[in-house]
């Protein structure tokens, strides 16, 4: 039996990073995880939180297919926008 898998070593480095380095995550914020995690986040429809993504009001990063977003960032980036 073979199991194939990718790795993403821009997000190893990362998870390495926080480990050694912990105020880059205090400096982020918590770890936003897809599109409903920033709608729970916002308490607002995903369908909205696509829309913010798409629009480029809130800032975001890509691994492969999936989407995060850091709180810090996406407060910072609502506050600009008042």
Do not use: W
Request: hydrophobic fraction near 35%.
């Amino acid at each position: 039996m073979r199991i194939d898998f990718e790795i993403d070593y821009d997000l190893l480095a990362d998870k390495i990073a926080d480990r050694i380095c912990p105020q880059r995550v205090e400096e982020k914020g918590t770890v936003i995880h897809g599109i409903r995690g920033l709608a729970n986040y916002l308490h607002c429809s995903p369908s909205k939180a696509q829309d913010l993504k798409n629009k480029g009001i809130i800032p975001y990063s890509e691994v492969g297919r999936k989407v995060f977003f850091y709180s810090h960032e996406v407060e910072a980036a609502l506050r600009s926008r008042r």
